[in-house]
């Protein structure tokens, strides 16, 4: 199988080696518009191609898989280009900033018969596989979870590009919400398998100044016999990650390399690989892959990871729409069987 990686970056350059580690793949082009991440680029992939621009790419051929790992403002024409050149693509989250954009993407993918696929990487994490496992068998009936995620700055981008594009509503599309709250809001999907019916929220912005993108968020994901509180700053002071979920016979609780549960063994304390000590997470990009080869195989699943986009990109506007009438608790916008069509409801 024959990638190309486009964006070089932080996340671009850890792909590079995340695809070293699983065989039968080659990254045979790298994409990247700024000419000191092509320097880096041609360095780290001297027998590849390394060039500047997705269309040279695509003219040329000879790639199955576009991984796209630019900033978000690109993900989406970078990943319709290559759907309807006839590549598969991976896509570094959020995929797509709104619903809207979301299922036009799902929807060219589907008419080009081509996988889109996110790059939700914390859904393969060893914390995410001990929730599944405290929810699966462990905790009883899941009544709530608590996802905390705690920055004293947003994560800085390479230099030759623009290190601080996650505070541009431009580039990022939003702040903290779209960024770090992308994987806490499709790790609650996963866990409790359905859509919230309501979503309330409420940001933090730097004093006077409303158009800055936000820097705090708490969303409430509402799934009627339960809850889901999501966390997230990037003025904590610190640097930290909880994660707990709680049902009706016992809890698991995750903060940084520390676990602790009770169930029906009794408690437990475990220690963990903290999240924090490697910003591309390269550990939990093999089965990451791995998923993505299994979908791949199988036409029939490919519709999986799309409801994870659209569902994703669903939460997460709503919860701005919500942040922006003062966190009043809104049903879910959209509306499956009409794309692109919102509806907001108050309830
Ligand atoms: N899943 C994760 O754990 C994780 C971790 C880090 C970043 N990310 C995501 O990866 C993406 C990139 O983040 P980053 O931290 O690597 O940023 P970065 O600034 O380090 O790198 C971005 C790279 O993209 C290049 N670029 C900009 N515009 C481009 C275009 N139109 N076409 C091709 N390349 C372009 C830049 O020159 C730069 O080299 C973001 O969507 C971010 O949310 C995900």
Redesign the pocket.
């Known amino acids: 199988m024959k990638v190309a990686i486009?964006?070089?970056?932080?996340?671009?350059g850890g792909r590079l080696s995340g695809y070293r580690s699983v065989p039968g793949v080659e990254v045979a082009a790298i994409?990247?518009?700024?000419a000191e991440?092509r320097r880096a680029a041609a360095e780290q992939l001297p027998h590849g191609r390394v060039m500047a621009s997705?269309d040279e790419l695509l003219a040329e051929g000879g790639v199955d898989v576009v991984d796209v790992?630019?900033?978000?403002a690109?993900?989406v024409p970078?990943a319709h280009r290559a759907l309807t050149a006839g590549c598969h693509v991976i896509c570094?989250?959020p995929v797509a900033v709104s619903l809207a954009d979301a299922q036009e993407l799902i929807a060219t993918a589907r008419s080009h018969e081509r996988l889109l696929y996110p790059?939700h990487?914390y859904g393969t994490s060893p914390m995410m596989r001990l929730l599944r496992q405290a929810v699966d068998a462990g905790i009883g009936r899941l009544e709530s979870a608590r996802f905390q995620i705690l920055r004293d700055r947003h994560?800085r981008?390479?230099h030759?590009?623009r290190?601080d594009?996650r505070r541009s509503r431009e580039l990022a599309g939003g702040g903290i919400l779209l960024?770090h709250g992308t994987h806490c809001v499709y790790m609650a999907l996963r866990l409790f398998g359905e859509l919230p019916a309501k979503i309330s929220c409420t940001v933090g912005r730097p004093v006077g100044s409303p158009d800055a993108v936000d820097e705090e968020a708490a969303v409430r994901m509402d799934f009627g016999s339960a809850v889901c509180d999501i966390e997230l700053s990037w003025r904590a002071g610190l640097r930290a990650n909880h994660y707990s979920v709680t049902g009706t016979e016992g809890f698991l609780r995750i903060d940084d390399d520390r676990v602790t549960a009770e169930g029906p063994d009794g408690p437990q304390v475990l220690d963990l690989a903290s999240p924090s000590r490697d910003?591309?997470?390269l550990d939990w990009f093999p089965p990451m892959f791995a998923d993505f080869r299994q979908t791949l195989a199988d036409p029939g699943r490919w519709h999986v990871p799309a409801d994870e986009i659209a569902g994703t990109a669903r939460v997460i506007e709503t919860a701005y729409r919500s942040a922006a009438v003062g966190g009043a608790p809104l049903a879910l916008v959209g509306d499956d069987t009409r794309p692109g069509v919102h509806t907001v409801s108050p309830v």
């Open positions: 486009v964006g070089f970056g932080t996340a671009g994409v990247e518009p700024a991440r997705l790992c630019t900033p978000p690109y993900h970078v570094e989250k790059s990487n994560a981008g390479v030759g590009f290190p594009w960024d910003q591309t997470h």
